[in-house]
């Protein structure tokens, strides 16, 4: 209980550091010995002086001590060991707490030679003994033979050298040398020690074979003897080497020869396979014969009865060559852990075993050999579950994610990119409840409202939303500290959609069309047919567009390109405006909306009382083919002034292009039709019929006052006129072609659109006006031949297809509307006779 607590286990003392006082603080371990001196604990002195650190599957630390591990104290058959652990919540360990903890187990009997293998270093120790006949020798003068060892004399410690043996060489070390090297030697009353860490320099890796019996080692096995070995390949790591110490004047040696296995674990059939060779060359050195005393195994040092062992479904053989331990994967005394590879989440089975082995030979008598052996399967990769759960009544999403063993921990979350620290996650919308079960596991839960920032919601079908939560975690392990993700995404479809609903209605002279927005079109964008509709192209067309962010107004007039005209009576013209709101991204189209109103006909004609007549054709649905341009008055030679899409604008005299006229007592009306033919035939397929009434008397009273003004004058001025003349792509006069397309390539009667603009002076005052325009054969505006298509700033009369002009609308380009001059001109060839001078 508290914060440490100690375990004794045979040869072993075991103190355990709680999770639950310690975790996350930063820690410093210490070994006190009996003068209260704290020795601190690295890796390198534990490995040297029998500790041993690990961490439990519940994230405490445990430290094991050998029970002739340095500092510790030796009493009769007792051993204690005080450790001194401080703790502080910063890495330079600031104000850090102190803890002591002092614990004493019983060891004993020895054995005359015991050997044990742990997870970082390898422990021999062999009892001392001294041959009676020495025991009872006088020496004369005291340490006599130190004036030929005077290197012996200098040595404090009873132990004096090391040797050890190596296939090249032998080298000596003296204790104080051997202790600057890593290795660990004590010598107590009864006993010689060698501790050396795996790392040490003068250990080698030995293949030991496991014995392959015939017929006659076999027989040798029953009768003690040692068989020959057939090398299979076990890898043991093994020291040889002979200790030297003093006793009187006699120096002795003892063999402390040290191995211990190294692999010979297999992972088959989801089963654990450990095999020990009995026979272990190394360690039998001068033997002849060898019998098994003792065979025992367990889990954490806790030895295990052959009942527990059932239980558990472990294996544990004994046979005549080998020792081995089979434990199913999963199995009880194990545990799982989290691991990470190339940044993949898997798990690890872990289990630490040990295993003793005791035998009688004609050498030693008795040597327990104990082994301690943390076997860590392959990685297995693991997937993640992740489960949504949605609260409508709330509004929120619950995904839960895992489970996760409890040695891996959130640290962050990255959202919309932003990396967020779990305890900062509330902030951005984002509650994460931890959950954990019976078996340690855990999972995380987040809870997150649908109205969050950072949850997509896009529209699925009729009413349906789909509310998409795409969040990463980042995890880290412990005590590894390595560190892994686990995208988030969850998909909730929520019956919530509102679609966006119109209203249509018309004024005189326009159409009006209004969007209420719903919850799932903030990001749809309108469009007629494939032109989108922004702010600028609506000002293009003189429309109006209004978007306040839950309405989307437009109003179209009634004679617009996009307007569609369905039916022509005498009585009304019907005129429909279609809308599209299209995705943002993949411009799918999402929703249509229309208005279809009733207009008068009058609204396509103007008869002003200076008997000038303005009429407006249009084109309707289902006369795609009609080419507006084309349409002409009963005089063929009476073109339309302004054309666009579907419809073409005339203006004219009452007295010209064949209008006829009749009279009666009280009126005059003048008569005449819009006509369309097919090129040869003479009976029109598209003929419009419009009158002008006007009254054979009228009297209007007209009020005036007389100036005297002065008479206008015009005076003249010199100066520097900047011109341009453009050739345009197409009648929106949008796009003119560059320098580098020309020459441009047109076909007959294509059409061509010029524009005229007068660049400088930027002077509100002055207008453009063309006189005579031309076009020649050649670059030479004087050569022949020559054809105008302006003459005094009109339309040439003699061309079978007169210049249009268009008129000029100011614009964000066109500041100034009286600057430019734009028409349109049919391709034509020149010819001479029946010959073409150009294609």
Known sequence: TGPM???CLGDFLRITLSAEYFEGKYLSLFVVDQSGTAWELDEAMAAQCGYTVTYTTCRSIQLRASALSCHSHLEKD???????????HTPDMSNATTHLKS??????????????????????????????????????????????????????????????????????????????????????????????PYAAAQVQLVEVGVLLLAPQAARLCRSNQIPSLQDQGITFSVLRSSTFY??????????????CPVD???????TITWTVPKYIPPLSAGMTSLKDVL?????????????????????????????????????????????VSNGQLGLKYTINLFLEHQWEDNKWGLTKHTIIKEIETPFEQAEVAITNNLNLSAGLMNVTVGTFLPDAELVNLTIEGVVV?????????????????????????????????????????EDMRAYTLNVTLTFITYPSSETFVVPVIALSAVKDAVLPSATGFCDGRNLHLIITRGNVDQNWLPFISDWHLTQEAAQKYNYILRDNGTHLAITVPFLSPHVSYEAFHTSAIKASFYLTLKDDITLAQRRDFSVFCLFSPSELIQCLPNGTVIITAIKLVGGEDLDTALLVLRDRQCKPSLVTESTATFKLNVNTCGTSRKFNSTTVTYENEVLYFRPGDDIPIYQLKFLCFYAVEQTADVQYESQKNPPPSIQPGSGCLALSLKLFKEKSYSEPYQESEYPVVKYLREALYFEVELLQPKDARLDLNLDDCWVTNSQSQDSLPLWHILIHGCENNKDSYRTVFHKVNYSLRVKFPQ????????????VQGTSLLQE
């Open 78 to 88: 007792v051993f204690t060991v005080t450790i001194q652990i401080k703790a502080s």
């Open 246 to 259: 003093k006793y009187q004047w006699v120096i002795l040696m003892v063999d402390t020869a040290v191995a």
């Open 295 to 339: 065979v025992e195994a367990g889990v954490d040092l806790h030895r295990l009865s052959a009942k527990e062992m059932a239980s558990r479904k472990y294996v544990l053989l004994n046979e005549l060559t080998t020792i081995t331990m089979k434990i199913p994967i999963g199995a009880e005394g194990g545990y799982y852990k989290t691991s």
């Open 103 to 196: 614990a004493s187990c019983h060891y004993g009997p020895w054995s005359p030679r015991e050997i044990k293998c742990e997870n970082y270093y390898m422990e021999v120790s062999v009892r001392r003994e001294v041959p009676q006949t020495i025991k009872d020798f006088v020496q004369d003068e005291a340490e006599d033979w130190t004036l030929l060892f005077p290197e012996a004399k200098a040595e404090e410690a009873s132990i004096w050298q090391i040797v050890f043996h190596q296939p090249e060489e032998k080298r000596a070390l003296l204790v104080s040398n051997a202790w600057s090297a890593g290795y660990g030697l004590n010598a107590t009353d009864s006993r010689v020690l060698l501790r050396v």
């Open 421 to 461: 620290a779990v305890p900062e996650a509330v902030q951005h919308g984002y509650l994460i409840h931890r959950t954990r079960y019976a078996n340690g596991s855990k999972a995380y839960v987040l809870q997150v409202s649908l109205d969050a920032p950072s949850v997509k919601k896009e529209y699925m079908k």
């Open 5 to 7: 607590s100690s375990e």
């Open 819 to 830: 600057h430019l001059k734009r028409f349109e001109v049919r391709m034509f060839t020149f």
């Open 264 to 270: 010979g674990v297999d992972y088959t059939n989801k």
